[in-house]
């Protein structure tokens, strides 16, 4: 390095030819790994029951994230109405917005796999 | 058919008895056969992990091949989910994953009694981890967590209802952890022990009795099939956890 210095302005030039390729190589590196955590999380979603005990999973996660959206709006609104004694008008109120979080939960669990494969791509 | 009365009750499995009667100021605290089940997992658990680890091999056994798997697979699934910040939060998830684990499992043994078929206890457990996730959120983000319920992008007309929905969907979460843990082990067990049911009610009805196999057979898959719910449903809680705790470490979606 020391006998490069005293070239004039050659070596800043190779210096910044190694940094860009050293950014380069780190850019792969960070890369690969983000390839081998991928490759590794698949495979151990694919460890946890195979193919059918992941439907299954997935199933019941569905039903009851969903049962759970309607059940809790349903609470919320009762307990409303028995406060301020305007039944049933809240009770309506917070079923509907209930069953919205319910379709709203189901669709998070839908969307969520598509996307890291989407972030991958651009 | 005589036999009927007392024969087959599904339920009587998940009843919880005294085993030492302790009252403190009139609240009940005994120690039931639940207690002594949780009593038993923690041990399992011990001694799975400390025995386990305490060779340090590097050619593994069993049981620290056992132990280092337990830990591999509940790391990657945190790190997978939310990300290399959630490691602060392994042992919990770790924890949780181990109790619900054993109790699953250990509840298939004949004569056991199963944890996590009582829905106090899942409970418990859900609201354990959403109460972690908020003090964590409010603790680390102060008022910027509640962006977690405010949607980018959306018209000011429509915000209200869509933050409504939001608060509404994240009360949901502890409610639909808990009972989807509990309804699969009890509709479970409740399941093998009405087919067993079948299988006695059947030998003792004369020429119908050929037909008992039938049933018994059933009972062998449906076991292999509770057990895969069993490991499939710590998994899920184990996951689910952790995609809760990327909230709060990172509540910006």
């Given at each position: 390095m020391?006998?490069?210095?005293?070239?004039?302005?050659?070596?800043?030039?190779?210096?910044?030819?190694?940094?860009?390729?050293l950014?380069k190589?780190?850019?792969?590196?960070?890369e690969?790994?983000l390839?081998?955590?991928e490759?590794?999380?698949?495979?151990?979603?694919?460890?946890?029951?195979g193919?059918?005990?992941?439907?299954?999973?997935?199933?019941?996660?569905?039903?009851?994230?969903?049962?759970?959206?309607?059940?809790?709006?349903?609470?919320?609104?009762?307990?409303?109405?028995?406060?301020?004694?305007t039944?049933?008008?809240?009770l309506?109120?917070?079923?509907?917005?209930?069953?919205a979080?319910?379709?709203?939960?189901?669709?998070?669990i839908?969307?969520?796999?598509?996307?890291?494969?989407?972030?991958?791509?651009? | 058919?005589a036999?009927?009365?007392?024969?087959?009750?599904?339920?009587?499995?998940?009843?919880?008895?005294?085993?030492?009667?302790?009252?403190?100021?009139?609240?009940?605290?005994?120690f039931?056969?639940?207690?002594?089940?949780m009593?038993?997992?923690?041990?399992?658990?011990?001694i799975v992990?400390?025995?386990?680890?305490?060779?340090?091999?590097?050619?593994?056994?069993?049981?620290?091949?056992?132990?280092?798997?337990?830990?591999?697979?509940?790391?990657?699934?945190?790190?997978?989910?939310?990300?290399?910040?959630?490691?602060?939060?392994?042992?919990?998830?770790?924890?949780?994953?181990?109790?619900?684990?054993?109790?699953?499992?250990i509840?298939?043994?004949?004569?056991?009694?199963?944890?996590?078929?009582q829905?106090?206890?899942?409970?418990?457990?859900?609201?354990?981890?959403?109460?972690?996730?908020?003090?964590?959120?409010?603790?680390?983000h102060?008022?910027?967590?509640?962006?977690?319920?405010?949607?980018?992008?959306?018209?000011?007309?429509?915000?209200p209802?869509?933050?409504l929905?939001?608060?509404?969907?994240?009360?949901?979460?502890?409610?639909?952890?808990?009972?989807?843990l509990?309804?699969?082990?009890?509709?479970?067990?409740?399941?093998l022990?009405?087919?067993?049911?079948?299988?006695?009610?059947?030998l003792?009805?004369g020429?119908?009795?050929?037909?008992?196999?039938?049933?018994?057979a059933a009972?062998?898959?449906?076991?292999?099939?509770e057990?895969?719910?069993?490991?499939?449903?710590?998994?899920v809680?184990?996951?689910?956890?952790?995609?809760?705790?990327?909230?709060?470490?990172?509540p910006?979606?």
């Open positions: 020391s006998k490069h210095a005293s070239d004039g302005d050659g070596p800043s030039d190779e210096d910044r030819e190694l940094r860009a390729r950014d190589l780190s850019g792969a590196l960070a690969q790994r390839d081998a955590r490759r590794q999380m698949q495979e151990t979603a694919a460890d946890a029951g193919e059918t005990g992941r439907a299954l999973s997935l199933g019941f996660r569905v039903l009851s994230e969903f049962v759970a959206g309607v059940v809790v709006g349903f609470l919320i609104g009762w307990q409303l109405d028995a406060w301020l004694s039944s049933p008008l809240f309506i109120v917070f079923l509907a917005l209930g069953t979080a319910g379709f709203w939960n189901v669709y998070r839908a969307a969520r796999p598509t996307t890291p494969g989407r972030k991958n791509k651009s | 058919m036999a009927e009365g007392n024969a087959i009750d599904p339920i009587h499995q998940f009843e919880i008895h005294p085993i030492v009667n302790f009252s403190i100021g009139g609240t009940d605290i005994s039931t056969n639940s207690s002594l089940f009593v038993v997992i923690l041990a399992l658990i011990s992990m400390l025995w386990g680890t305490s060779s340090k091999a590097l050619v593994p056994g069993r049981l620290q091949s056992a132990a280092e798997m337990a830990y591999e697979f509940v790391a990657s699934t945190v790190r997978g989910t939310a990300g290399e910040g959630g490691m602060k939060f392994f042992p919990f998830v770790f924890s949780l994953f181990m109790f619900v684990f054993f109790s699953n499992v509840g298939l043994i004949p004569y056991t009694f199963t944890v996590t078929s829905i106090i206890v899942t409970f418990a457990l859900a609201a354990l981890v959403i109460l972690t996730v908020l003090v964590y959120g409010f603790y680390k102060g008022a910027h967590f509640l962006h977690l319920f405010v949607p980018s992008g959306v018209s000011p007309f429509l915000l209802f869509l933050v929905i939001e608060v509404i969907s994240f009360v949901s979460r502890p409610i639909s952890l808990s009972v989807r509990f309804a699969n082990m009890l509709a479970g067990h409740i399941t022990k009405v087919f067993a049911g079948f299988v006695t009610l059947l003792g009805a020429a119908w009795s050929a037909l008992a196999p039938l049933p018994l009972i062998v898959l449906l076991t292999a099939f057990l895969l719910v069993a490991v499939l449903q710590a998994y809680f184990a996951i689910l956890t952790c995609v809760y705790l990327n909230d709060a470490i990172h910006g979606h």
